[in-house]
């Protein structure tokens, strides 16, 4: 999606809605398919936890979910079942710092974890 960046959260939901449908229908072109810069995936939905995925050139980087399921979690000293899912983040290190993507996972995290608090903040 070029100059998603410069897209609003509602632009970016239609924007993602058309390219979704394009896509399902077999109508996307080479362009939608080759010139993005990084990628999300849902390896969850393969009943899958995560993956150890390479960036492809010119992308520089790709977030994947794994599925969330139950969890043995302690907290407070005790183990309590949780829903537990892995994120991973694999990024070209001549384009971000890995400080930089640390934080942008802690980000993404805080914003799974509470999403109203990170709507809020938008």
Known sequence: MLGAHRLTTTELDTELRRLTATAREGRSTQA????GT???????????DGSAAIVNHPQV???????????????????????????????????CDGGAAA???RIVADAIENPGHAINHL
Request: net charge positive; no cysteine; proline share 2%.
């Open 103 to 105: 934080g942008f996972m």
């Open 32 to 35: 939608e398919l080759t010139s």
């Open 38 to 48: 990084f990628t999300i995936n849902n390896y969850g939905a393969f009943n899958v």
């Open 61 to 95: 980087a790709i977030l994947g979910f794994g599925r969330v399921i139950d969890r043995a979690w302690v907290v407070d000293g005790q183990i309590v079942p949780r829903k537990i899912g892995q994120m991973s983040f694999v990024f070209d290190h001549r384009v």
